[in-house]
């Protein structure tokens, strides 16, 4: 790959133009929120951002297209009808410009299709480095895919979606994540600059070839963006495909174009440029990359609950006694009614074990929750007024289900819970805390006793 030269555009044809201009439509209506569900969606409840104000930033880095997270994530027809459409309005653009301009010379047609190019070479690298900023800064400090907690240690394998599976056996190991988080960053440092961006497109090419396999082969529901971003990535090297079938298949040297920004007259231009390119690099980089340290060195993640529980209480406790109505329910593995078991996070969760019919939840809404992608346990948000011995427990999903509990702790790891069910029915129930060490935890050199 010998000099670099200027990118032109040598006697584009008709289906070039069309083409371009379709790239443009796709790059603009993909990455801006035109969808009236962004903007009516609880920021705080997908995002937390009272409190966070840089969690904005992941606003705008994760704002989907409709057709991203419809389906499951897998919503092709609408991924082909959008690029349908977009090809049917570049066409026409390239239509009526040729109405227009017929009586120009070829070489000002070719100068537009040169600015155009640019601006569509502009909105590609943008849009794959505002989206995969976010997943490498997560990964470099692994907040993105958290160490099981509790309730998930002690959630039978079954109980697991495949998406969710994976997402926990990858927090199992954060030297992998943090390996992978790392070469998602330079490829995405690579892609912010020209001269690097074609070696940031392959890499990233690279990368999102293997994520949208996983998310096809483990069902993780974001299957269709991370083909979009492969699917942008590949659009930067169309240029250059005659030069790379020379380096690859003949053996022949080749010349990889260099796009050429744009000349800008204008003094105060080429500063505004320089100060977006730096502003958007601080920010989406440094700045979140700085907060996004702090929650890793805080034991936080934005996947589970940010508020802390009591530490005194955390810990895995079985159901040794449960009477409904004070009658009194036997462990009995296939009761759907009686509690087996309770976790009490370090945050303010609360599991309960229980072999109730469950309904696997895989929408996108409660994606941050412990709901997502497992049965098996009832999770609650609880409070505590550690002066009246209430515990007020409410589930995240489900607004509707929410009890009030009275606590007592006889000895040290021992809980009698008196209160009643949603349904109104008087529940007493003992708790004895089991101590116990995973492998998991111990594999990692932490130790965690429940």
Same mark, same amino acid.
């Not at 047609?109 to 640019?118: A, F, I, P, T, V």
């Not at 009890?403 to 069910?421: C, D, E």
């Given at each position: 790959? /010998?000099?670099?030269?200027?990118? =032109?555009?040598?006697?584009p044809?008709?289906?070039? @133009?069309?083409? $371009?201009?379709?790239?443009?439509?796709?790059?603009?209506?993909?990455?801006?929120?035109?969808?009236?569900?962004?903007?009516?969606?609880?920021?705080?409840?997908?995002? !937390?951002v009272?409190?966070?104000?840089?969690?904005?930033?992941?606003?705008?880095?994760?704002?989907?297209?409709?057709?991203f997270?419809?389906?499951?994530?897998?919503?092709?027809?609408?991924?082909?009808? *959008? $690029?349908?459409?977009?090809?049917?309005? &570049? &066409?026409?653009? /390239?239509?009526i410009?040729?109405?227009?301009?017929?009586?120009?010379?070829?070489?000002?047609?070719?100068?537009?299709?040169?600015?155009?190019? +640019?601006?569509?070479?502009?909105?590609?690298?943008?849009?794959?480095?505002?989206?995969?900023?976010?997943?490498?800064?997560?990964?470099?400090?692994?907040?993105?895919?958290?160490?099981?907690?509790? !309730?998930?240690?002690?959630?039978?394998? &079954?109980?697991?979606?495949?998406?969710?599976?994976?997402?926990?056996?990858?927090?199992?190991?954060?030297?992998?994540?943090?390996?992978?988080?790392?070469?998602?960053?330079?490829?995405?440092?690579?892609?912010?600059? @020209?001269?690097?961006? =074609?070696?940031?497109?392959?890499?990233?090419? #690279?990368?999102l070839?293997?994520?949208w396999?996983?998310?096809?082969?483990?069902d993780?529901?974001?299957?269709?963006?991370?083909?979009?971003?492969?699917?942008?990535?590949?659009?930067?090297?169309? %240029?250059?495909?005659d030069q790379?079938? +020379?380096?690859?298949?003949?053996?022949?040297?080749?010349?990889?174009?260099?796009?050429?920004?744009?000349?800008?007259?204008?003094?105060?231009? @080429?500063?505004?440029?320089?100060?977006?390119? /730096?502003?958007?690099?601080?920010?989406?980089?440094?700045?979140?990359?700085?907060?996004?340290?702090?929650?890793?060195?805080?034991?936080?993640?934005?996947?589970?609950?940010?508020?802390?529980?009591?530490? !005194?209480? *955390?810990?895995?406790?079985?159901? *040794?006694?449960?009477?409904?109505?004070?009658?009194?329910?036997?462990?009995?593995?296939?009761?759907?009614?009686?509690?087996?078991?309770?976790?009490?996070?370090?945050?303010n969760?609360?599991?309960?074990g229980?072999?109730?019919?469950?309904?696997?939840?895989?929408?996108?809404?409660i994606?941050? =929750?412990?709901?997502?992608?497992?049965?098996?346990?009832?999770?609650?948000?609880?409070?505590?007024?550690?002066?009246?011995?209430?515990?007020?427990?409410?589930?995240?999903?489900?607004?509707?289900?929410?009890?009030?509990?009275?606590? =007592? #702790?006889?000895? /040290?790891?021992?809980?009698?819970?008196?209160?009643?069910?949603?349904? %109104?029915? !008087?529940?007493?129930?003992v708790?004895?805390?089991?101590e116990?060490?995973?492998?998991? #935890?111990?594999?990692?050199? #932490?130790?965690?006793?429940?």
């Amino acid at each position: 790959m /010998a000099n670099t030269v200027d990118f =032109t555009v040598p006697n584009p044809g008709l289906l070039h @133009r069309i083409l $371009l201009r379709s790239g443009i439509i796709y790059a603009a209506v993909t990455v801006i929120p035109f969808v009236p569900a962004f903007y009516q969606q609880d920021f705080d409840a997908g995002f !937390s951002v009272k409190g966070h104000p840089y969690r904005w930033l992941d606003v705008v880095s994760q704002n989907n297209p409709w057709f991203f997270s419809s389906q499951g994530g897998k919503n092709y027809g609408g991924w082909l009808i *959008t $690029l349908l459409v977009c090809l049917i309005i &570049g &066409g026409g653009w /390239a239509f009526i410009e040729k109405q227009i301009n017929n009586d120009r010379n070829a070489l000002t047609q070719n100068d537009r299709d040169d600015r155009l190019y +640019n601006w569509f070479f502009i909105l590609v690298r943008y849009q794959i480095a505002l989206r995969m900023s976010w997943f490498a800064i997560a990964k470099v400090f692994p907040v993105q895919m958290p160490f099981p907690t509790l !309730s998930q240690l002690n959630t039978s394998l &079954g109980d697991f979606a495949p998406g969710k599976l994976y997402w926990l056996t990858t927090g199992v190991s954060p030297f992998f994540e943090v390996f992978a988080g790392v070469f998602e960053l330079i490829a995405t440092v690579l892609i912010l600059f @020209r001269r690097t961006a =074609t070696l940031g497109a392959l890499m990233m090419i #690279a990368i999102l070839l293997s994520i949208w396999f996983v998310n096809i082969g483990y069902d993780a529901g974001v299957e269709l963006a991370s083909l979009h971003l492969l699917f942008l990535s590949a659009a930067l090297l169309v %240029k250059d495909a005659d030069q790379f079938y +020379n380096i690859l298949i003949r053996h022949r040297q080749a010349v990889i174009s260099y796009i050429q920004p744009s000349e800008l007259t204008k003094q105060w231009k @080429r500063a505004g440029r320089i100060v977006l390119k /730096a502003a958007f690099i601080f920010l989406f980089l440094f700045y979140r990359g700085y907060h996004y340290e702090q929650l890793y060195a805080a034991g936080k993640t934005f996947k589970l609950p940010l508020d802390d529980g009591i530490k !005194s209480f *955390t810990g895995f406790y079985n159901v *040794t006694e449960f009477r409904l109505n004070n009658k009194v329910l036997p462990y009995a593995p296939d009761d759907t009614v009686r509690w087996q078991n309770m976790a009490f996070e370090k945050f303010n969760t609360i599991s309960i074990g229980t072999a109730k019919p469950f309904k696997l939840r895989t929408d996108n809404k409660i994606r941050t =929750t412990e709901y997502y992608g497992n049965i098996g346990r009832l999770y609650y948000g609880y409070e505590a007024d550690t002066v009246k011995h209430i515990l007020t427990l409410k589930n995240r999903a489900d607004t509707t289900d929410a009890l009030n509990l009275n606590y =007592t #702790a006889p000895s /040290a790891g021992k809980f009698i819970l008196k209160g009643l069910s949603p349904q %109104k029915d !008087s529940l007493y129930i003992v708790l004895n805390k089991v101590e116990k060490q995973y492998p998991l #935890a111990i594999k990692r050199n #932490a130790n965690i006793t429940d």
